[in-house]
């Protein structure tokens, strides 16, 4: 299984996407849009399984194309590490379903996959950090994780939805800004090396595999890391 890696190891240029959900065509067309991009690594904010027909096509596509992940709420009730309270029945047939197809292989890597991911520079959640299964979607749930963040810049999933979230912290007081990213859309998280502010983003990279509602965009995210540049990436999945 893949080892996450430190920020040496890290190219220049690494794409993020989050939710694949079993759906292999989800991931095929992701994967090859960000190769056309020529970015060689990539980190997913879990939920490799539940709600699609492929779980074992999709965790073995992450395994042959070295694909670093962690898990998501999703993976863990899979792998019974995680309460069925408060899920819906859907949901929960399509577990018991992956549960009984899934390989003896695949099964073991789904569950030995971490709840997060950490360095100096960045971390990688599925819903947050205080709370892998909490959604982020308000200022005050974002403003709530402020005091436990390992690091100034998060990858996040679960919500399913491009969203990002940035703080400015300086002196005790705090300024916010929420935008909710398009094609065109840029974000920098990064600040000149000795300015007196402290910027701390949430940056979520949308899903590759399952769209909320009417909707059938999917989205990545490519991170350049000596800018801090951020740019979003937006495609049709059917």
């Avoid at 992450?62 to 670093?68: A, G, L, P, Q, V």
């Avoid at 400015?168 to 840029?186: F, I, T, V």
């Avoid at 300015?195 to 059938?216: D, E, Q, W």
């Amino acid at each position: 299984m893949s080892i996450f890696p430190d920020m040496e190891q890290l190219a220049d240029r690494v794409a993020v996407i989050a939710d694949p959900h079993a759906n292999l065509k989800g991931m095929e067309l992701c994967y090859e849009r960000i190769k056309s991009l020529g970015i060689e690594q990539i980190l997913c904010c879990g939920d490799l399984v539940g709600y699609g027909h492929e779980p074992n096509e999709v965790v073995e596509f992450f395994r042959e194309h070295n694909i670093w992940t962690i898990s998501g709420n999703h993976d863990r009730l899979v792998c019974n590490q995680a309460p069925p309270e408060g899920w819906n029945p859907f949901a929960l047939k399509k577990i018991k379903w992956t549960k009984s197809v899934l390989s003896e292989a695949n099964y073991a890597y789904l569950c030995a996959l971490p709840e997060n991911m950490t360095t100096d520079d960045y971390c990688l959640v599925h819903g947050a950090w205080s709370d892998s299964d909490k959604y982020l979607f308000e200022e005050k749930d974002f403003f709530e994780e402020l005091e436990h963040l390992p690091a100034t810049l998060v990858f996040y999933g679960h919500t399913h939805m491009p969203d990002v979230f940035q703080f400015l912290l300086a002196e005790g007081k705090y300024d916010y800004r929420h935008l909710s990213p398009s094609q065109d859309s840029d974000v920098y998280v990064k600040l000149l090396d000795r300015s007196p502010v402290m910027l701390v983003s949430f940056i979520n990279p949308g899903t590759v595999g399952y769209p909320r509602g009417m909707n059938n965009q999917a989205t990545f995210i490519i991170w350049e890391r000596k800018t801090g540049r951020i740019s979003y990436h937006f495609y049709d999945l059917f």
